[in-house]
């Protein structure tokens, strides 16, 4: 129990210096990137509740945040700007405007139950066949969305979201969403599902039930992503389908993937790291090109540097940074270690 | 979902085949299994000793014949609903959660069956306690030397309170001295918890000592059952065992 504390502690206190730090700089571009950073964390601890416990990659995630980004769009743009954001709305949605504060939970739940609806029949699959799904899930999710226009307005950018995330909220969110990751990982589901994903056969001989177990980690996964996508709508009060696609997709794999996707500690970690490295790469790529050394513009430096790092660590450390244990477990194992060896 | 529904009943195995595209790998074996009895399941390699254990847990289908739990049949369930039904077994290449530590692959087992989180942490203390396994309770289930996975494996089994325990050869990469304190856990197993087990394993020695009954499988047929002592003398098991006079006699000596 300590060492979960200890954990949880660490990992929130990472959290907290961010805001503080942030609240102290007091620069615009700072509390926006913080912001992100605590957006994309509540991503990357969704798909860790899933991926980390079930062992299975899996891609329709960002989808889900899509599901959430609308749902609270749909429910939140002021009802004097819906005729124009969204001209072809349903009647029934024509008179709504609800708070951004209420519609957030509600776009989680709405993606949760668009995730338990679809998934279910998906969790009986395993490795490659898994994964294909996953990710054709994700293609069906994207294709609805730039085709429903009704409550997407088609592939064309949807504008009057209301502002509502400020880092306080993001950051609240993404604390409360590492003590639900954490707790699920060492709840009565989540050690099961981990040792269905450590051996199947076993798994099975022992009488678990896989299929329901990878179920209710989905479902949990995609309430995070909707959460984090109406947040993220809410932040950036303006966005396409495009958003929710295979960029995003690939920047919230490799933060989980390269942090380690097995711990809770690398989904936070991997996020920490991999958005400092963008931040860095991004400011680098720009005062490279205002000084004007190379004669073409430096673009994609973000997405080289990524996809390398995550090629190197899948070759060097195939279960990433924090493959197996919690930062608290190691803490209180190398404590107890040095205590035994005096 | 906890524990067997008919504590007591035995288990049967009727006339069971099993089929690998066209080959027969069991071939009308029938055996019963009481709760409180030792019985182990000899034979060459490839005799088709992991495949009755796969049929009788539902890990293979059955080309002919059924397993009865009781009354109940069990062929055609799904390994889960079988194990939930009380069957437990290890595997003969050790199956571990090896990125779980040694008492959440234990835990596993009891919460499987329905236990809740103190309970199953419970169990798996005094398990690991039984087993010698304290000291390790804490490493990574795949950092164990192989001795230890096994016992692991036998104790992650025994926290479901099966009725009936299947072993895969358990003293295989053991030494000496490790295999007869697992012999000596094993026989005290029947009597403390009223399970049935049946246990494969080449060392002869072991098998003699620990077995009340002898199950001799040759190419997939039963060639002979009965007594330790007249299994040994039995000419078509030395025939079959080891080709020679000498036969088990001297690989128990």
Not at chain 1, 1 to 23: Q, S
């Amino acid at each position: 129990m300590t060492r979960h504390l200890l954990t949880a502690a660490i990992l929130g206190g990472f959290v907290i210096l961010l805001v503080a730090c942030a609240e102290m700089l007091g620069i615009r571009v700072f509390d926006r990137i913080a912001t992100n950073l605590c957006i994309s964390l509540i991503l990357v601890l969704g798909l860790q509740v899933f991926m980390g416990n079930s062992g299975i990659l899996s891609f329709a995630h960002i989808g889900f945040m899509g599901v959430g980004a609308y749902t609270s769009a749909v429910l939140t743009i002021p009802l004097q700007m819906k005729g124009m954001a969204l001209p072809e709305l349903y009647l029934v949605f024509k008179g709504v405007q609800l708070s951004p504060y209420l519609a957030i939970p509600i776009a989680g739940l709405v993606a949760a139950a668009v995730a338990a609806a679809l998934s279910y029949p998906l969790m009986r699959l395993s490795d490659a066949a898994a994964v294909i799904t996953s990710f054709a899930l994700l293609v069906v999710l994207h294709t609805v969305m730039t085709n429903w226009s009704n409550v997407t307005n088609g592939p064309r950018t949807l504008f009057g979201v209301p502002r509502a995330t400020d880092l306080t909220l993001a950051a609240g969110v993404a604390i409360a969403a590492l003590l639900g990751a954490l707790a699920f990982k060492e709840s009565r589901t989540g050690r099961l599902l981990r040792a269905s994903r450590d051996d199947e056969v076993a798994a099975g001989a022992l009488g678990l039930h896989i299929p329901h177990l990878r179920w209710r980690a989905f479902v949990l996964a995609a309430l995070f992503a909707g959460i984090g996508g109406a947040l993220w709508g809410h932040f950036i009060t303006s966005f396409s389908p495009n958003a929710f696609y295979l960029r995003e997709t690939f920047v919230i794999l490799g933060m989980l993937v390269i942090g380690g996707a097995n711990t809770v500690t690398g989904a936070v970690v991997g996020t920490f790291i991999v958005t400092g490295a963008f931040e860095g790469l991004r400011s680098l790529e720009g005062s490279l090109n205002s000084a004007k050394i190379f004669s073409e513009q430096v673009i994609g430096l973000t997405e080289v540097v990524l996809a390398l790092a995550m090629i190197a660590v899948l070759i060097l450390r195939p279960g990433g940074l924090f493959p197996s244990r919690e930062i608290g477990a190691i803490i209180v194992r190398a404590l107890s270690k040095r205590e035994r060896s005096t | 979902m906890t524990g067997p529904s008919d504590k007591g009943a035995s288990l049967r195995v009727v006339d069971v085949a099993v089929e690998f595209s066209g080959l027969r790998a069991l071939d009308g074996v029938s055996l019963t299994l009481s709760p409180g009895e030792i019985v182990g399941l000899i034979g060459p390699n490839g005799s088709g000793k992991t495949t009755l254990i796969n049929a009788i847990t539902g890990q293979v289908p059955l080309a002919g014949g059924q397993v009865v739990l009781g009354d109940r049949p069990l062929s055609g369930l799904a390994p889960r609903d079988i194990a939930l039904l009380g069957l437990s077994r290890s595997f003969q290449i050790v199956r571990l959660f090896n990125n779980m530590t040694v008492i959440e692959n234990v835990e596993a087992g009891a919460l499987a069956h329905g236990h809740g989180l103190r309970k199953a942490r419970a169990k798996a203390e005094a398990l690991l306690d039984e087993f010698g396994l304290s000291a390790r309770a804490d490493d990574l289930g795949g950092n164990l030397s192989y001795g230890d996975k096994r016992r692991v494996e036998i104790a992650r089994a025994l926290a479901s309170d099966p009725a009936f325990l299947m072993l895969d050869e358990p003293a295989a990469g053991m030494n000496e001295a490790e295999t007869e304190t697992l012999l000596h856990k094993l026989s005290a197993l029947p009597a403390s918890r009223g399970l049935g087990l049946l246990i494969i394993d080449h060392d002869m020695g072991l098998i003699m000592r620990l077995c009340d009954r002898l199950h001799v499988l040759a190419f997939g047929r039963t060639i002979a059952e009965g007594k330790a002592a007249d299994i040994r003398k039995d000419p078509a098991v030395i025939q079959a065992y080891l080709g020679s006079e000498a036969g088990i006699g001297a690989a128990h000596a």
